[in-house]
Each structure stands twice: as C-alpha cells, then as structure tokens.
C-alpha cells in the first residue's frame, strides 16, 4: 500500500484534473495555478507543510487519491466520489452550462430538450440526475459523445464550433475562462444552465489523516476570508465569493 505523504514527510501532495480557473496548467503558467490551487497552497504553507501539486485527467487524480499516492483531491463534487471525506468549507461553486454555436436558437430548459441534440461531454464528470441519467443512456450512445483526457474542453469547445456536435455542457466559469484565452466567445452562446454545486477539496476515506486534513482546509478557508487574502486571490481570476454569511 502508498505511504500517504502527510504521514512520511512534512509535505502535502494534492492531486487535480486541469479545470481552469480552478485548477490551471500549473507548468505553463506558474503565477496562474488557479484559484482552488493557490488557495490550497496558502493554507497548507501556513500550517508549515510543503506543498506538491500534481495534475492528472480527471478519472486518474481520483484514483491517485483514494489509492493515498496522493493526500487531497482538489476540485470534488460531492457527486464525484460520495465516499470521500469532505469538510464543511467549499472552495467554489460550480454551475454547468449548454453552450452552443452563436448561431444557434437551442435553448435547455427541461431534460426532454436534449433530445436529438449532439451532446459532447466529458465521461469522467457528472452533472446531477436527469441529465447524468439522460447522457449515459447507452439508447442515446449515436448523439452523446464521451470524451476525456486534459485537453478534453479544447476537443469539445472546437466540435461545437465546427458543426460536429449541437451542445456542449461544462461549468460557466471553465467556459468563460476559455473565450477568454481563445478570443472566441463571439462564435458561441450559454444556452440555459443546470443544478449549481459546491466544490471542495477532499480526501480518500482510506486515509489515516482525512478528517485532520479536511478540518485543516476548513479553518483555512475561515482565515483567508477573514484576513482578505481570499477576496485577493478570487479577484484574479475575476470570480465572486460565493459564501452566503
């Protein structure tokens, strides 16, 4: 079995799927890691503790995890991996999104709107029943197109502008972080959105430290608050607290 690294050293691995501006491409772009990141990285320096992060494919970061090759996942719904251990503080608030070509008139408001749509969506992410239910219908296997990988939005968001898929789905802020590094937010158009759901930072119920740690990036995320640090960090990537006092 892993050593889990808080127990081996004084250091805290944490893996992630690159989700930007959650979690960014860390290696090309080190002063931009993503909010989730660099608050995950303020918290646990604080307590003394080296920070390792690490990106994989979404599907490959959970399982890093809960095998405790990695100490934290960074960017769970609860959805994600109901069994892990989780805090009461959240580190964002995901709403997933339709997007289609800007000349489209489409527009989600029920489940039954998806029909005959060509979706492209990524596997290892869910979106809450019905439409996880609708997506992974294998009836539907000829116009939902499961795609996965790091560069999976890249894949998604170019079949949509090329008439090869009707509708994608992904979390607002992932999109519009995405127009905002293509230049292309013009040739596309939000078409209705869906459940939102808090995102946090979790551990594997296998790890002999979970609940430590999971209680650790709660007060942490009290303090960055409180001291204006979060506000900072938040500012950057031009996302709003979405704490309700």
């Not at 960014?24 to 990141?37: N, S």
């Not at 934290?72 to 109901?82: I, R, S, V």
């Not at 008139?105 to 998806?114: A, E, P, S």
Request: with cysteine.
């Amino acid at each position: 079995m892993a050593t889990a690294g808080i127990v081996s050293a004084n250091e805290i691995k944490v893996a992630g799927a690159l989700w930007c501006p959650y979690n960014c491409a860390v290696e090309k772009d080190p002063e931009r890691k993503g909010f989730m990141i660099d608050m995950v990285e303020a918290i646990v320096s604080r307590q003394g503790y080296q920070f390792n992060y690490t990106e994989y494919p979404w599907r490959r970061a959970l399982i890093a995890t809960r095998a405790l090759d990695q100490d934290l996942l960074a960017g769970t719904l609860k959805t994600d991996a109901p069994d892990f251990v989780f805090g009461k503080q959240a580190f964002g608030l995901s709403r997933s999104c339709f997007v289609t070509r800007a000349d489209s008139n489409w527009q989600y408001t029920r489940v039954g709107d998806l029909k005959n749509q060509r979706i492209a969506v990524n596997k290892d992410q869910t979106f809450g029943d019905p439409v996880d239910s609708y997506l992974r219908d294998p009836r539907r296997r000829s116009y939902v197109f499961l795609g996965s990988g790091s560069d999976y939005l890249n894949a998604q968001m170019q079949a949509v502008g090329r008439a090869q898929v009707d509708v994608t789905l992904e979390d607002e802020y992932v999109v519009r972080d995405w127009f905002k590094r293509n230049g292309k937010e013009s040739e596309y158009r939000f078409a209705g959105c869906i459940n939102s759901g808090l995102v946090f930072v979790s551990a594997s119920p296998r790890h002999p430290k979970a609940k430590a740690m999971v209680e650790m990036l709660d007060r942490g995320v009290v303090e960055l608050r409180q001291s204006g640090e979060l506000a900072k960090i938040l500012a950057k990537y031009g996302i709003a607290d979405w704490h309700q006092p």
